[in-house]
């Protein structure tokens, strides 16, 4: 955003802004006041939005931001991250800056589910997958309980009923966790393998 053309307390103020998508420029100019004494780094303003997944998945970000006073100088602020509060839907956003960028995000809340038989034959090896949703992928995963292992599909053997539990991390260290109860008779056949 830059001023020209200030006289008698107005200036023409335009403000640029780059597609990163599609490389295009798009510009905007009006007459304003020459007095502004706040700045804005970064920020998102939507309305009528009904679902966290109508934002952009990996947030908006601003680099390269620089500020000048009315003589042209170059200032270095310490910008203020703030969120509206009281928001719906709630998305767990999150603002981060420094002097020259502003990262404006918003995390669905991570949900963790697994599928897999919760009937099955003694020693017979079947298979459980978890899924996560939400978040910021990737994921990480943590079995434990009846069997335990680090990958997104667990196989194995049981010979008594229990429990299976999983833990779904993401890129910023939130987990959720889900889990079955697992009844092994010799009734029971294994269909998830």
């Not at 009315?70 to 509060?85: K, L, R």
């Amino acid at each position: 955003m830059d001023s020209s053309d200030c006289e008698d307390g107005e200036c023409v103020w335009t403000v640029v802004t780059r597609n990163l998508t599609t490389d295009t420029l798009t510009y905007r100019s009006w007459v304003d006041t020459v007095a502004f004494d706040t700045a804005t780094g970064g920020t998102v303003e939507v309305y009528d939005l009904t679902s966290c997944g109508q934002y952009p998945r990996y947030g908006v970000s601003y680099t390269d931001i620089s500020l000048r006073n009315e003589s042209g100088a170059t200032v270095t602020p310490s910008w203020s991250n703030i969120v509206t509060s009281g928001l719906n839907p709630f998305c767990s956003f999150s603002v981060s800056s420094t002097s020259t960028t502003a990262d404006l995000t918003h995390f669905a809340p991570l949900s963790a589910d697994l599928t897999g038989d919760d009937e099955i034959a003694p020693n017979e090896e079947c298979g459980w997958q978890a899924w996560g949703s939400g978040g910021i992928p990737p994921y990480s995963y943590n079995w434990w309980g009846a069997l335990s292992g680090s990958s997104q599909t667990i196989y194995g053997e049981l010979s008594q009923s229990s429990w299976l539990w999983v833990a779904i991390t993401d890129s910023r260290s939130v987990a959720d966790t889900a889990r079955i109860f697992i009844s092994v008779d010799e009734a029971y056949n294994c269909d998830w393998k």
